[in-house]
């Protein structure tokens, strides 16, 4: 069964930072594009960032720019997201995601979904 396992949630202090991971499983996911999106509650899932499958390329949400770096190794079959200067209104839930069939910021386009993990910033 083909699985991503998202990790490394929690409750932070705004200015903290978080490194959120997903392993996957079952399959390789080595040559899939991979991202992660953020839902919060009462909204809809939106795009946080993305990596092509050479790791290459990486594109982020404007909100984030600076603050957060996408990362992936292959070898693992794991992708990263480092979160920096977190603020209040980057509480969500978080979900890994894989496998894009279009664009990339829109999460219907996306094939293969984890079950997410929670990101919760004090002020």
């Known amino acids: 069964q083909d699985q991503l396992v998202e990790s490394g949630g929690g409750l932070v202090q705004a200015g903290g930072s978080l490194r959120l991971s997903c392993a996957a499983s079952?399959?390789?996911?080595?040559?899939?594009?991979m991202g992660w999106f953020r839902q919060a509650p009462g909204r809809e899932r939106e795009f946080v960032a993305a990596?092509?499958?050479?790791?290459?390329?990486?594109f982020y949400t404007e909100s984030v720019k600076g603050r957060f770096t996408i990362s992936r190794d292959n070898a693992k079959n794991t992708v990263y997201l480092q979160m920096n200067s977190l603020k209040p209104e980057d509480t969500a839930t978080y979900y890994c995601?894989?496998?894009?069939?279009?664009?990339?910021?829109?999460?219907?386009?996306?094939?293969?979904w984890g079950q997410g993990t929670q990101v919760t910033v004090s002020s």
């Open positions: 079952g399959r390789s996911f080595s040559s899939y594009p």
């Open positions: 990596v092509t499958w050479t790791g290459g390329s990486t």
């Open positions: 995601a894989a496998d894009p069939d279009g664009d990339y910021y829109r999460a219907f386009d996306w094939r293969y």
